[in-house]
């Protein structure tokens, strides 16, 4: 019986395997603002917070550019998010890490000299991934026009940063 219960689900979620699936469940595409805006929230507050983390110890030029573009970018978004969140009558509460988004600042903790900067670069690899499709999915599918806006334009600056880290 408990076979068929886990198994019920995983066939359910099976045409959505067509594109890449999002790790924490927090991170899906969000089609309601709320949900949105707090998913994105805690997408750059893991962005910043591990990018200050390895920024406090790398010694490669690459991962340490490319975390300080993080800090800039994801503040960025942020206050994109923030904005078209009140232009759409939300009030966001304060970003929280998910229970993933933890165990990955923790993970990059742990972890010391090259090996937190392979950590780091995998982890953003992941995070931005799933960043990717929070930000498509909402512009396509989201509930309000202010964030609907923000989210088709952070989605490309987010691409650019799987790029880069494609090539790293």
């Given at each position: 019986m408990k076979a068929l219960i886990f198994?019920?689900?995983?066939?359910?979620?099976?045409?959505?395997?067509?594109?890449?699936?999002?790790?924490?469940?927090?991170?899906?595409?969000?089609?309601?603002?709320?949900?949105?805006?707090?998913?994105?929230?805690a997408s750059d507050l893991y962005e910043r917070r591990s990018s200050q983390l390895v920024l406090q110890t790398t010694r490669n030029a690459k991962v340490r550019q490319f975390a300080t573009m993080m800090l800039k970018d994801h503040a960025n978004s942020t206050a994109m998010v923030t904005k078209a969140a009140a232009q759409a009558g939300i009030k966001p509460t304060p970003p929280m890490l998910?229970?993933?988004?933890?165990k990955m600042i923790a993970d990059l903790r742990a972890q010391t000299g090259t090996a937190r900067d392979t950590a780091y670069i995998d982890q953003q690899k992941q995070a931005h991934e799933q960043a990717l499709a929070l930000h498509s999915g909402y512009a396509s599918n989201?509930?309000?026009?202010?964030?609907?806006?923000?989210a088709a334009k952070i989605a490309p600056v987010v691409e650019h940063h799987l790029t880069m880290l494609k090539g790293m």
């Open positions: 198994a019920v689900p995983f066939v359910l979620a099976a045409p959505a395997l067509a594109q890449p699936m999002p790790q924490p469940a927090t991170t899906a595409p969000a089609t309601t603002a709320p949900a949105f805006v707090k998913a994105a929230g998910t229970p993933a988004q933890q989201g509930d309000a026009a202010p964030l609907k806006a923000a």
